[in-house]
Nanobody
Framework: VQLVESGGGSVQTGGSLRLSCVGS????????MAWFRRTPGKEREAVAS???????SYATFTEGRFTISKDEAKNTMYLQMSSLKPEDSSMYYC????????????????????WGQGTQVTVSS
């Protein structure tokens, strides 16, 4: 099982980025998938999740600025981020687990067995 993120980069405050996560040898979009992020000195925190039926959950800090989605034909999950702030600067990770619905535990690191290597997002002021 492999999850590969892409789409990170450097933008200015207020800019946008779209992150992608593609599954390899694993029907990722069939299961619960999520985005997490980790900033140096802080613990990994959940950003958003999407389950088999397309139901989504978001961390409060996304404040309607982020949208999680998926394309099952491409076995790819996305995170569209807009109105980015310097505090959004972080390494963003894709995660998945062999359960169809993410449930209330969607924001727990321990709920996911598979992780990507991360893609860096840097927002400058």
């Amino acid at each position: 099982v492999q999850l590969v993120e892409s789409g990170g980069g450097s933008v200015q405050t207020g800019g946008s980025l779209r992150l992608s996560c593609v599954g390899s040898d694993y029907p990722a979009t069939t299961y619960c998938m999520a985005w997490f992020r980790r900033t140096p000195g802080k613990e990994r925190e959940a950003v958003a999740s999407i389950d088999r039926d397309g139901r989504t959950s978001y961390a409060t800090f996304t404040e309607g600025r982020f949208t999680i989605s998926k394309d099952e034909a491409k076995n790819t999950m996305y995170l569209q981020m807009s109105s980015l702030k310097p505090e959004d600067s972080s390494m963003y990770y894709c995660a998945s687990d062999r359960r169809y619905w993410c449930g209330d535990g969607w924001n727990s690191v321990r709920a996911y067995d598979y992780w990507g290597q991360g893609t860096q997002v840097t927002v400058s002021s």
